[in-house]
């Protein structure tokens, strides 16, 4: 079997089809595993009382946030470097999932913070820079969605993103370095106590289940994009099948 | 080759004035609002004058940016520079100089007189007029990249607004920086060398993703 075929959007297209089930199925039943046993089983903290929970969800969207943008640049690049149709698409897809996952995080950041720390929102340095990359996410998201040419989309949509990668480091040290100049008591985010099992296993669960999601959106986008772009192609590549 | 560029654009930007004094005066009126809207009380102006200069420093070069490729991909000169034998690095080099000479340049040379509004010590002007000079090139050269990928486009200005303001944050940290431990009595040494950093960084590779960028936008 030749790997490369599957690089041709319209030979990718009736995969994905295929592939997005067995990506969605464990998906919907590592949630509801993970928000049960997050729920049901999980001990309340014997600090935060029950509003920990929140963090079941919190780190696995935040980690997919920060993990998605690079990925992202690198399919981006992949997909400018080497004229790689198919790359730039997964790209323009990736981001919208990115951009929701980082959105997600720092609502739920919120929403936390408010009966544990008291306030909304505090100008930490990890919140700061999460913020910032979702910005990130809205301008690579809104540049593509502006040129019509969906070439020319693509191309300058991997120029943005790998230098937005280039400059997340900088931005990420100069957003800790500027919060340790400013605040002079910071709150920190808590020390955990050693995590107990059940805690630890529904996040990772949580954590799963995230990324079969993200896969399955990702690659249902994909095909949506493929058809616009290709639609006589993808059609007669699927019925082929 | 870069010489020619610079010159050229200087003479172009000499035969519209108003346009680079609209850059700056944009740069004094938003300076000149926040007293308007906080209150004359002298330190609380001088605690927030870092900020608010270095903040309308970055508003101020978002206008000109629009105009820094948009004029030469109009009437076909910027075609004309692609298709030149000499490397496109240094075409957007000097387009980028002659751009940051005409609209930065001037908004360094009236941070002082902004300062001096704020009650800022004579000291601290020293440092701002200084990060501002090591810190307005990075604008211009993070700028002509979101310049280069919106050419063209319908909403271009407030695009290369959404693009290019994030990317500023490091340069308006450190820039801001820099004034802050300096009206605090601390040295503002380390945010006027890690400036510096960004700013070297800046040009080696700013050009280079812009040259990209016009390829792909002319193209």
Excluded at chain 1, 200 to 228: D, G, K, N, T
Excluded at chain 2, 107 to 118: N, T
Aim: aromatic share 12%.
């Amino acid at each position: 079997m030749n790997v490369y075929k599957y690089a041709s959007p319209t030979n990718f297209y009736p995969l994905a089809g295929k592939m997005i089930p067995w990506f969605a199925t464990p998906a919907a039943i590592l949630f509801a595993v993970g928000l049960f046993v997050g729920f049901f089983i999980a001990p309340p903290d014997f600090q935060q009382g029950d509003a920990y929970r929140i963090m079941f969800i919190h780190v696995p969207a935040a980690w997919l946030g920060m993990f998605l943008y690079v990925l992202m640049a690198i399919y981006a690049g992949i997909g400018w470097a080497f004229n790689a149709r198919l790359a730039s698409m997964m790209a323009s897809s990736i981001s919208v999932t990115g951009a929701m996952f980082t959105f997600i995080s720092l609502v739920t950041g919120a929403f936390w913070g408010k009966p544990t720390w008291g306030v909304w929102w505090v100008w930490d340095a990890r919140m700061t820079s999460t913020l910032i990359l979702l910005f990130l996410y809205i301008g690579f998201i809104s540049l593509q969605s502006s040129i019509e040419d969906p070439r020319r989309a693509d191309r300058a949509g991997a120029v943005l993103a790998l230098v937005g990668v280039i400059n997340v480091p900088i931005i990420y040290f100069s957003v800790q370095w500027w919060n340790t100049l400013h605040q002079g008591a910071t709150i920190r985010i808590l020390q955990k106590p050693t995590i107990r099992g059940s805690m630890l296993w529904s996040m990772l669960i949580l954590l799963a289940a995230c990324w079969l999601y993200s896969v399955a959106v990702v690659l249902i986008r994909v095909r949506c994009i493929i058809l616009e772009r290709e639609q006589n192609a993808a059609r007669f590549a699927e019925a082929t099948l | 080759m870069l010489r020619w560029v610079v010159w050229r654009d200087l003479i172009l930007a000499w035969r519209r004035r108003a346009d680079a004094l609209s850059t700056l005066f944009f740069f004094v009126i938003v300076v000149s609002l926040f007293p308007l809207g906080i209150g004359p009380e002298t330190e609380l102006l001088r605690s927030i004058a870092p900020g608010v200069v270095w903040v309308a420093a970055l508003l101020a070069s978002m206008l000109s940016l629009g105009r820094l490729f948009a004029n030469d991909y109009q009437d076909g000169t910027l075609e004309q520079l692609l298709l030149t034998p000499q490397p496109l690095y240094l075409v957007v080099l000097g387009k980028v100089a002659a751009q940051w000479l005409t609209s930065e340049l001037p908004l360094v040379c009236m941070a002082p007189l902004l300062g001096v509004q704020f009650g800022v010590s004579n000291d601290t002007l020293v440092v701002l007029v200084l990060s501002l000079a090591l810190g307005t090139p990075v604008l211009s050269m993070i700028g002509s990249i979101g310049a280069a990928l919106t050419l063209g486009l319908r909403s271009s200005s407030v695009l290369i607004s959404i693009l290019v303001l994030p990317l500023y944050i490091p340069v308006l940290i450190f820039g801001a920086g820099a004034v802050e431990a300096s009206i605090i009595g601390q040295s503002p040494a380390p945010h006027i060398y890690l400036l510096g950093a960004i700013t070297v960084l800046s040009l080696i590779f700013a050009p280079w993703a812009t040259s990209a960028a016009l390829r792909i936008s002319v193209e």
